[in-house]
């Protein structure tokens, strides 16, 4: 019943920002690690960015500088900022959460997907 839910993109001007939000919505126990991913028409999933749930960021080198990736524990909201935006940004970027689960007495690891949001800039 773990939902997690995208928002924010859209068509941008090279050099202009973006701010995506991911909203996880459901019964979660506990929200660890939270990032942001891109797949670019015919090519794999890649990693964007990672943020644990104490804060420590971790970003993709192509992204370093530009993109900044925050969370709201309370909120359960993890953002990504994206300024000075590429041509080569243009993909579609998933919301990616690592989080517990509770069923009966036990308590799983899962990992969940957003349905992805499309970021395009142009030139």
């Known amino acids: 019943q773990v939902q997690l839910v995208e928002s924010g993109g859209g068509l941008v001007q090279a050099g202009g920002s973006l701010r995506l939000s991911c909203a996880a919505n459901g019964s979660i126990f506990s929200l660890n690690d939270m990032g942001w991913y891109r797949q670019f028409p015919g090519k794999q999933r890649e990693l964007v960015a990672t943020?644990?749930?104490?804060?420590?960021?971790n970003y993709a080198d192509s992204v370093k500088g530009r993109f900044t990736i925050s969370r709201d524990n309370a909120k359960k909201l993890v953002y990504l900022q994206m300024n000075s935006l590429k041509p080569d940004d243009t993909a579609i970027y998933y919301c990616?959460?690592?989080?517990?689960?509770?069923?009966?007495?036990?308590?799983?690891?899962?990992?969940?997907w957003g349905q992805g949001t499309q970021v395009t800039v142009s030139s």
């Open positions: 943020i644990t749930s104490g804060g420590s960021t």
């Open positions: 990616n959460a690592r989080y517990w689960v509770v069923a009966g007495t036990k308590v799983y690891d899962q990992i969940g």
